[in-house]
């Protein structure tokens, strides 16, 4: 269930499965596995966020109860010519997928530093009670020439 709910969350938010490995052979169930997904930023074209994440697998994995850990990397790259729809604010959620059926989710969110003319983008996980500092971090230039407009 909760595999069809990320699947269905992930899909809603652009992502892309490129590839995963198995990490834990499990007897029954899904084996352990870290998977890389691909988000292109909603409001920047251009721009994709690679990230890699723990999924859980065995029986708990199989049937949807079981919780990710909070572990996750990002990597963002320019993919094509940078372009901004409309202006964005100083600091904005991009992306939020739940890791756990009840109360874990996956955030990414995107800043800008207008000084150096970048895209910041920062991927954690939190909770309802208590989040995790874990946390990964990536910068994509944008060219002067194409000034980010702050709403």
């Known amino acids: ?12 938010a652009g992502a892309e499965t490129i590839g995963s490995v198995d990490t834990v052979f499990k007897l029954i169930g899904p084996d352990h596995k870290i998977v890389v997904d691909a988000y292109d930023d909603p409001k920047v ?28 990397s990002i ?25 756990s059926i009840l109360f874990k989710k996956l955030r990414v969110v995107r800043m800008v530093d207008r000084t150096r003319n970048t895209l910041v983008y920062m991927t954690y996980s939190d909770r309802v009670i208590e989040g995790s500092p874990q946390n990964s971090v990536t910068v994509v230039p944008v060219d002067r020439a194409t000034p980010i407009r702050l709403k």
Not at 46 to 52: A, I, K, R, W
């Open 45 to 72: 074209s251009g721009v994709t966020c690679y990230v890699s994440r723990a999924k859980t697998g065995g029986i708990k994995g199989a049937i949807g109860i079981a919780e990710d850990k909070a572990e996750a």
């Open 1 to 12: 269930m909760t595999t069809l709910l990320l699947t269905a969350v992930a899909t809603a």
């Open 75 to 99: 990597a963002c790259r320019q993919t094509g010519p940078i372009a901004f729809g409309a202006p964005l604010p100083i600091q904005e959620e991009v992306l939020n997928e739940r890791q």
